[in-house]
């Protein structure tokens, strides 16, 4: 990804450096948390007197950015910057990174292969939101926060699950426990949505064995990544690699669980932070367990 939003960057100049005055490039320096001051040499002068470019200043940012200990998130903190004060220009820059397998989504810059709204389309708006969030931190480097907010969606929709089919707390589960019981609990309307299939018996118990087991693994390996990558638990910092597939696991375990619960649930209409019948607890915030999304 590093390399991948490197050749972005060099695509973007052009556009950065025809969108912006010369004061606004260093403001923007300044916004991405590169040492701005390294650049007060660099001043535009009116003619005859000699000033440095644009094109001058730019290449300055560029020695800049591969000083940093992250260089990718860098990039992604001047441009992110660059997007939010330029939306007039946002046509222009997707056009000119679809070429290297890049989009704009909401105004932030994303790979192709990380996209959220079609797994996400058919969920509730809380589930959405904290996928989207994961989607969008990791898209900006972000990648302790991503792994905060896939995990938050985890943690929210098997507390609904908990709730909804009287569980007892999540809170007395491991991870992978609280993850596998929430499945478990849908298996009759999982199996369900497999008859509708036309698939026959003995296939759908073998389905739903290696269904079941599939998602047992993922929550395995999302609960390892988050007691050895959280920010929320404290641990080193986050490979992006890493949080990649802890999101790839997490939409595995929300997609799949989803399926199960009641259509109202999966659409959104009733939202997994109303109270079910079964709860007593009248409040999202009171309900929402685990590592808190950042905003």
Request: glycine share 8%.
């Amino acid at each position: 990804m590093e390399k991948d939003i490197r050749k972005v960057w060099r695509a973007l100049r052009g556009i950065v450096k025809d969108g912006c005055t010369f004061a606004e490039i260093k403001e923007l320096v300044g916004a991405g948390g590169l040492p701005v001051e390294e650049l007060s040499h660099l001043q535009q002068r009116s003619l005859p007197a000699k000033g440095a470019s644009k094109s001058e200043l730019l290449d300055a940012v560029d020695d800049l950015i591969k000083k940093e200990d992250e260089p990718a998130e860098a990039i992604q903190h001047f441009l992110g910057d660059f997007l939010h004060r330029k939306r007039h220009l946002h046509e222009k820059v997707a056009e000119c990174v679809q070429r290297f397998g890049w989009h704009l989504a909401e105004g932030v810059l994303q790979p192709d292969d990380l996209q959220v709204e079609g797994a996400t389309r058919d969920l509730s708006t809380d589930i959405r939101e904290l996928l989207r969030t994961a989607y969008r931190r990791y898209a900006q480097s972000d990648y302790s926060g991503a792994m905060t907010s896939i995990c938050s969606a985890v943690d929210s929709l098997t507390t609904e699950v908990y709730q909804q089919h009287d569980l007892g707390s999540p809170h007395d589960d491991s991870y992978q426990k609280r993850a596998n019981r929430s499945f478990l609990a849908l298996e009759s309307q999982i199996k369900a949505n497999l008859s509708a299939g036309h698939l026959a018996a003995d296939e759908i118990e073998r389905v739903w064995k290696n269904y079941k087991g599939s998602l047992n693994q993922a929550a395995y390996v999302l609960g390892s990544f988050r007691r050895n990558s959280s920010d929320v638990h404290g641990v080193t910092e986050c490979p992006p690699e890493l949080v990649r597939h802890a999101i790839d696991c997490g939409t595995f375990i929300v997609r799949s669980t989803t399926a199960g619960m009641d259509g109202d649930a999966q659409l959104g209409s009733r939202g997994f932070f109303s109270p079910s019948p079964h709860s007593t607890v009248q409040g999202a915030s009171q309900r929402l367990p685990g590592p808190v999304c950042r905003e």
